[in-house]
């Protein structure tokens, strides 16, 4: 990898070296488009960030297709099933007998995000890293351009294409004038207090836990390395939690003979992640293309956030592709509506999911709606596959 660099002009610029900057930049190379990568932060900084857990069969045959999958396969889990519980009511949902054999992988996005960056290195891949106070200049027209500064200077990099893989608060989505940006947003009034413990995960597969103190969530990154979340006020501090805290009140929030086998141990990473849905468009304006976070987000709660980054990765690098090869524009004029089909279908399983599992300050007539939601899932057949098809991921096509 080409770090510190400085490009004057390349085909894409690449906003952001999260996991879609990442892949994005991958998938171009290996077909010939070349790119740079502007992150704000240190390569150990993306590095450091604990985040999604669980990866759609589209993301993990995306990363084997990028030459990215080997770790993955050797240390990632197969996991054809889910549960859900409430109170002391235990609900697998099969994933695979639902969905004709579908399943998930799980392994942590810290660990893709190293893979892609050892990828990236093997193919000399560009990234500069502390490229602050990065801009994006005349999008809207055939020459966009990207400044930054770095070590006291300001470069300019000169591009075709600008991808905004930049997250919820980098600078892409402010690029489309207000005027033409419309965004879509529902904050919740609760967060995720999370820890990662080297302890063994309390049980085989994720449990998802809707009870009356709140939601609860049982995760796991190995055998020996597991990853808890218990809903929190939004406006909670990490600091008025001890982990003795933590393990009591996930303790109360899980079905009785689970919480008995719980091992607890002393957190490794614990912090609070604020849960939102948000939807912004159009993801296009010019030649500029909002990419992952930097589009939408969802609610963690129906393990999308990471995959719908990886299936606007999909279509774009496609579209670029077509592009670049065979002077086909028909996929870049068509990135925005398709990756929004995929979005709000996401989105809504997310929302419903979050509605669905945790305690918000409800009338009565919606706290019985939510039971009876509960038990619909319970006794139908079509409902548990509706949740396995949006869990495992609906097609890209
Ligand atoms: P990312 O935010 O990962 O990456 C954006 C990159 O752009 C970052 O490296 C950032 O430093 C860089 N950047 C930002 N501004 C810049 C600027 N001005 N100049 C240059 N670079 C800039 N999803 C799940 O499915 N499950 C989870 O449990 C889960 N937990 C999460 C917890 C937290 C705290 C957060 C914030 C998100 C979580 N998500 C989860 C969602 C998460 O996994 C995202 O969907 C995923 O990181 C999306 O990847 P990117 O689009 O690459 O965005
Ligand atoms: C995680 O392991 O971090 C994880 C898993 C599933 C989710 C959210 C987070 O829905």
């Not at 007998?97 to 799980?106: A, H, I, N, P, S």
């Not at 299936?311 to 990756?339: M, P, Q, W």
Request: net charge negative; hydrophobic share 40%.
């Amino acid at each position: 990898m080409h770090e510190g660099r400085h490009c004057v002009k390349t085909q894409v610029a690449i906003i952001g070296a999260g996991p879609s900057g990442l892949l994005l930049s991958q998938r171009l190379h290996l077909a010939g488009v070349e790119t740079v990568v502007l992150e704000r932060h240190s390569r150990d900084h993306v590095l450091s960030r604990i985040r999604a857990g669980v990866l759609e069969q589209g993301l993990a045959d995306m990363l084997r297709a990028a030459g990215v999958g080997d770790r993955m396969d050797a240390e990632g889990e197969i996991h054809d099933g889910c549960e859900i519980a409430f109170e002391d009511n235990r609900l697998r949902i099969d994933f695979a007998e639902l969905t004709g054999g579908k399943t998930v992988m799980v392994y942590g996005q810290t660990e893709v995000t190293r893979d892609l960056y050892k990828a990236r290195d093997a193919m000399g891949g560009t990234i500069i890293h502390n490229a602050e106070n990065v801009a994006l200049h005349d999008v809207d027209s055939d020459s966009p351009y990207v400044t930054y500064e770095k070590d006291g200077e300001t470069h300019r990099l000169d591009c075709e294409f600008i991808a905004g893989c930049d997250g919820f608060h980098g600078p892409s989505r402010k690029a489309i004038p207000a005027d033409r940006l419309k965004v879509f947003e529902k904050v919740y009034p609760f967060g995720w207090l999370g820890i990662l413990s080297e302890t063994p995960p309390v049980s085989e597969e994720l449990i998802y836990s809707g009870h009356p103190r709140g939601f609860a969530l049982c995760s796991l990154r190995s055998r020996v390395l597991s990853r808890y979340y218990v809903q929190v006020p939004a406006d909670e501090k990490v600091d008025n939690w001890s982990d003795d805290r933590f393990w009591e009140e996930l303790k109360s929030r899980l079905p009785s003979d689970v919480a008995a086998d719980l091992v607890t141990g002393p957190s490794i990473e614990k912090s609070i992640a604020p849960l939102r849905s948000f939807v912004a468009e159009p993801l296009r304006y010019g030649r500029m293309f909002l990419v992952g976070d930097a589009g939408h987000i969802v609610p963690p709660t129906g393990a999308k956030g990471l995959n719908l980054a990886a299936s606007d990765v999909f279509y774009l690098s496609n579209a670029l592709i077509d592009y670049y090869r065979a002077d086909d524009e028909t996929g870049i004029e068509h990135y925005a509506e398709k990756a929004l089909r995929r979005i709000w279908l996401a989105e809504r399983f997310s929302w419903w999911m979050t509605t669905l599992l945790h305690k918000f300050d409800e009338e009565a007539f919606d706290v019985r709606v939510k039971r009876a939601e509960l038990d619909h899932l319970v006794h139908s057949r079509a409902a548990q596959t509706a949740l396995a098809e949006n869990y495992v991921g609906l097609p890209y096509d």
